[in-house]
Each structure stands twice: as C-alpha cells, then as structure tokens.
C-alpha cells in the first residue's frame, strides 16, 4: 500500500464518509440513461451488482432490498466503515448483499461479472495507479450489455473551489489529526474572506466559497476538499482515460438538469459545427457551463458500437411529481401554466404536452406505460396523425421534460412501491432502521428523505403487521411528544394524513 492510499484509509478510518443515498447511481437510473442512449441495459431486477467505495453500504444496502433477486457486492478501503455496514446487515437481516475490506489494488481476477458497477466519490480522489485499476475492472469485470457509474470531479467548474481547497491545504500542513482539519480550514478560508484587501471578483470568490462550505457535513468537507489527493479531470482528459481501457461514454445520470436541453439549439448546432466527436462537444458543454461534477455512465465499448434502438423509450414508464399553477397567456392568448419540480420551472401553454403532464401527475406516485402517453397526445389532436408521428411527438416530449428533470424515467414500473397506504402500510427494512436512528432515509426511488420528528417516529412502526388501530395503539401507548393530540380520532386523523405523504413520498411498498 503506498503512502497516499495509506493516509486515505487512515482518513476514513479516523472520520468515516457520511452514508447517503445517491439517486445517480440507482440501477434503474442507470438503465434508464442507456435507454435514452439507444443502448439497451441488463434488467436490474436481476443482475450482479459491485459498488466499489461502498462506505458503510448506505447507498447498496437499499437497491439490495428493492431488488431482491439481484446479487450486491461492496467493497473498500476501511475495515470501520465494513464492519458499520455489517451491523447494517446483520440487524435488516438483508441477504443478497456482501460486503469486504478490500483495496482495489487488491481485487481478485477471479470475481467474474457484473451488470452494474458503481463508484462514487472515487476517482479524483485516489493516486492514478488506482485510477487505472478503477478502469481496468471495469474493462474486464463488466457484462457484454452491463454498464459502470463512476463520477468524478471536473474541470472548468472545480477551479474555482480549488482557491478553497488550497488555502486550507496550506494552512493544515503539519496537522495530523484528521479532525482538526476542517474547523482550521474553515476559520482560514473565513479570516481571509473578511480581511482580504482586494475588494473585487478575488474577495467575491473567497466569501463565496466560504458561504458554499457554511453547512455542509465536516466529514464531507473531509473527505471531498481536504483529502490527500484530489484530481479533478477535464471531461476529455477522462475520456482518453477509458477509451484507452476499451469503454466507451453512454451520458450523465444526474438529477438537476440536462445542460444540453437547456443550452439553445443554435448552441448546440455551433458544437457539432466545431467538433464532429460527441465527446468534444461534451468539453464545450463544460466550459460553457462551468460544470463542477459529472455522474458518468459507461459501457464496454462494443455494447456502444452496436445498432443503438430509438424505440426502446417506448417501452419505458413515465412519473412525475411537480406542482402546477396558471402563470398568464401567451402571445396568442392561449392560457398558460408553471410547471415546477425543485428548482426546475417551464412555462407551458400548449393544452397537448399540458395534457400529457397532468396525466403523469395523476398517476403519482407510479408511473405510466409510455404507450399511454401516446394515446392522451393523440385524444387532444383536431387533426389525426398516425401513430408513428404520436409516438415521435411523445418522445422529444419526454426527453425535454426528462433533461429538465420535471419527470422521472422508468426501464420498468416498480413493483416494490404502493400507490396508497393500504391495511398494513409498510416501509422498507432499511428505511425503519435508518429512521430509528433519526437518520436521512431512502425513498424507493431512491431520494435522501430528512423526515420530520412524527415521521421518524411513525416509519419504524411500518413493518406491513400493524394497521391504523394497532399504529395508533402504539403511538399512544408510547406518549410520544412528536404526535401531540386531544384525542385518538385526532390521533389517527394525523396518522391518516402522515401515510398519505409517505405514498407521495414513494416511501410506503407493497
């Protein structure tokens, strides 16, 4: 073990990476960014899955649950994050999940296969011999249709934090005690925005980078700014990186946006006017945006070199969880409406996408055959079209609305989520456990959910033996603080109320 991987594992080892939930790296994320691709993936509900960098297992252990005929591997670098991610195990009682101590140097040529790799919060920040040895078992451990997540810090957008990142470095050398980096990083990175002399973009940089640090976990600061080696890559230079293991790009699985669909289209045509390889215009797209992170997916290079099918959205399902509200005519006086999930927001007037959209929204929180989609494009048409040309239409609908992350994408419908709370309302193994904790708990779609005090308190109760009279008993019986109430019709009124937002939450399964 060389000197850096040494005084990773020591890091990890002295303050553990925080455990989380990453939607990106979500299988069915992942297929669905093949599909938009025209690659078509491995079936998720079945498949062999390694996360390499698996932390405590946080971010395995609820995928292992969804998808229970799927086999789950993690390893890394930390003995004390395993054994957390066994006691994880040992107390849900998962048993498609196995989790190892192990460098990745050390990964054993005999581990046969894998529809999905995942490697998140590794390759900046490992030495480049470990960087390679990231691609290579990616190269040689893939299956012929699987795909590998690896996200990475990019260049230009992580310039600008690097100012961050060396002050702190400079200040904390000689400091041995990992948990004194960040309050020393900090009070440098603040005594230096207040007293620069500079009163212009320099001091404007440092506050802001200031303010961006503000709230964020010490132990994510730790581990993402502070660590012994963090290399960010411009997206071109990471391209030469795993095209010269035999891989090949498929697209970006995150969940803010698209920067392609919001870019306007005489920006895009000016990119594939100066570069004819896909992946340059990526570059251009990251300078043009400042991008900061990439989610990437990839796939071995003779799956991308195979006939790409535009048909397989076709066969896909559509949700979506967004508010609506009218927002004024348009130029032709059509009425129009504000479509908005998160920060994401379009102004639409034309009654067939606004169709289609509220179609989608009534169906929350599952999802709809993009089949269906279709046939309430054509129900609101004066003029008939063929099918061929509904199906089209739908299509670039969806992609556009998908790139602004108004809807979700879905290979398949999930069989594991509950429309309503139903008799015996449930809630994963591994949603209980974390809510008992008062931890963040994943929604089955994946999502970080921080729960109020009545939810964490309710959650664990949901294990599909209880109903409404028995959760009530219980709550009652415990006094909690977090259900105040005057009366047990009250009680179960607020409990009523409280199911109803975790099917709307995608929390509840069937």
Not at 35 to 60: D, T
Not at 74 to 98: H, K, Y
Not at 202 to 231: C, K, M, T, W
């Amino acid at each position: 073990m060389d000197d850096a991987v040494a005084k990773l594992k020591s890091a990890y080892e002295s303050v553990p990476y925080p455990h989380n939930y990453y939607a990106q790296t979500h299988l069915d994320r992942l297929a669905v960014t093949a599909i938009m691709a025209g690659i078509a993936p491995e079936n998720p509900e079945k498949s062999r899955v390694l996360e390499i960098g698996c932390g405590s297992g946080g971010n395995l252990l609820p995928m292992a649950e969804q998808f229970p005929q799927s086999q789950f591997s993690g390893i890394d670098l930390s003995p004390r994050q395993i054994e957390l991610g066994m006691q994880c195990l040992r107390e849900t009682g998962l048993a498609n999940v196995e989790l190892r101590s192990r460098d990745i140097l050390d990964f054993p040529r005999n581990a046969g296969e894998f529809d999905f790799i995942i490697a998140h919060g590794v390759y900046s920040w490992v030495p480049a011999v470990v960087r390679d040895k990231l691609l290579t078992i990616c190269r040689e451990h893939l299956s012929p249709a699987g795909l590998a997540f690896i996200s990475l810090n990019t260049y230009p957008g992580w310039k600008f934090r690097e100012l961050a990142r060396d002050l702190m470095m400079f200040h904390n050398r000689g400091v041995d005690d990992p948990a004194m980096l960040v309050p020393r990083g900090r009070d440098i990175l603040f005594m230096m925005a207040e007293h620069t002399i500079d009163a212009g973009k320099y001091r404007e940089a440092l506050r802001s980078n200031y303010r961006g640090l503000q709230n964020v976990p010490e132990n994510f600061i730790l581990h993402d700014h502070l660590e012994p080696v963090n290399e960010p890559r411009y997206f071109r230079e990471f391209a030469r990186d795993f095209e010269g293991h035999g891989l090949s790009y498929v697209g970006d699985s995150a969940t803010d946006y698209d920067p392609w669909i919001k870019i306007s289209p005489t920006m895009r045509e000016t990119f594939q006017q100066m570069a004819a390889d896909p992946l340059d215009q990526e570059q251009y797209l990251d300078f043009l945006v400042g991008r900061v992170f990439r989610w990437t997916v990839l796939c071995r290079s003779e799956a991308a070199q195979s006939v790409r099918r535009g048909d397989l959205l076709h066969e896909a399902y559509v949700a979506g969880d967004f508010t609506e509200e009218p927002a004024g005519a348009d130029p032709q006086g059509k009425p129009g409406f504000k479509i908005k999930s998160g920060l994401q927001q379009l102004l639409i007037s034309d009654p067939r996408p606004l169709a289609v959209l509220r179609r989608i929204r009534r169906a929350w929180p599952m999802g709809l055959p993009f089949s269906e989609l279709v046939q309430t494009y054509r129900n609101q048409l004066t003029v008939p079209i063929d099918e061929h040309q509904a199906f089209k239409d739908v299509e670039l609908m969806v992609r556009t609305y998908f790139g602004y992350r108004l809807i979700e994408v879905m290979s398949r419908q999930p069989s594991v989520i509950a429309p309503s709370p139903g008799e015996y309302p449930k809630v994963s193994r591994y949603a209980r456990w974390a809510a008992s904790r008062g931890s963040s708990v994943p929604s089955l779609r994946h999502i970080s959910l921080n729960l109020n005090d009545a939810l964490l308190r309710l959650v664990p109760l949901l294990d599909g033996t209880r109903n409404r009279k028995a959760i009530a008993e219980e709550i009652a019986r415990s006094s909690s603080a977090e259900w105040p109430h005057e009366n047990r019709n009250q009680l179960e009124a607020g409990i009523e109320t409280a199911l109803n937002k975790l099917a709307e939450m995608q929390l509840l399964m069937n």
